[in-house]
């Protein structure tokens, strides 16, 4: 099935933009595109961060939360499903797109990829969107200049008048929801990584703890990395066809964290080594710690990685 990303995330948006006030995000017009922050200048919260992880999603995929004591975390999870897991999480939130100029720079997730669709897993799926609307989500501390705006409408082909983006710190409540509800998303990206063929996927679902949010950038981003790397479980259905029988015992122990050799310690500490660079980390760690396949055509469910809980609690103070 084939969606217009661009335009499902503009409807929701538009409702967004109905009850400002009540999800704490205030709203800004610069350079003639609509800016809706929910967490530099704006209170924000947990709402709110629901409301950006959906349109993250392109609204292909609810998204929760709930107060649970599970696996020795006693706090909040963070949980995402979605029966379009590869368009939502692949077509739109992955974070593949740099915003940057001047000495702004962002990582943009959200449909506005999918408006450029340049990205190599963009083209390996065929999506790219012929549209005259924008919608994106900047993980930033700073709202976008005249000059980010003027660069992003160049790049993305369209008028400034029809790009909106949704801002948000991860040192905030809303930036710090969004970004853990991607544990669904890490996964499927390192399926695509190892070459899985995603046209097995049928639906997915994932969970993470939610860490309090800190002041501190790089303790903030940590926690928020840990909840995934260290914390998170996937769930992914799938069908597999004739002569793939093989296919999940053999790529399956790629996919969780601990198949990086940085896997096991505290991402801070990783980032920090890594110059706060994130292109510097191995790119295999950004992944759930934990993958479960449920293969429809065989009846069997196999599990892979396990969370190391003991570290999620010291690193999200729990």
Known sequence: MNFVLNH???????????CLGELGIIRHEIGGSLILDAGIKAPGGLQAGLELARVCLADLAKVDLAPAELAGWQGPWVSVRSDHPVSAC???????????AGKYFAMGSGPMRAR????????????????????????TGKLPTVEVIEWLAGKLGVSPG???????????IAGMVQVVARSLETALHQMHEIGFPLNAVVSGMGCAPLPCPHPDTITAIGRSNDAILYGARVEIFLRTQPGQEDLVNSLGPKIPSSNSP???????????EAG???????PSLFAPAQVVFHDLTTGTSTVFGEPMM??????LGG
């Open 116 to 139: 450029l669709g340049t990205e190599p897993v963009l083209k390996e799926l065929a999506i790219q969107e012929e549209v005259d609307v924008a919608v994106g989500v900047l993980e």
């Open 310 to 315: 003991d570290l999620v609690r010291r690193s």
């Open 276 to 282: 706060g660079d994130f292109y510097k980390i191995d």
């Open 162 to 172: 029809m790009i909106t983006l949704l801002v948000a710190p991860t040192t905030s």
């Open 8 to 18: 499902r995330a503009s409807v929701l948006v538009s409702q967004i933009c109905d």
């Open 262 to 272: 940085a896997h096991g310690k505290p991402f801070a500490e990783i980032f920090r």
């Open 90 to 100: 692949l077509g739109s939130q992955y974070a593949g797109m740099q915003v940057s």
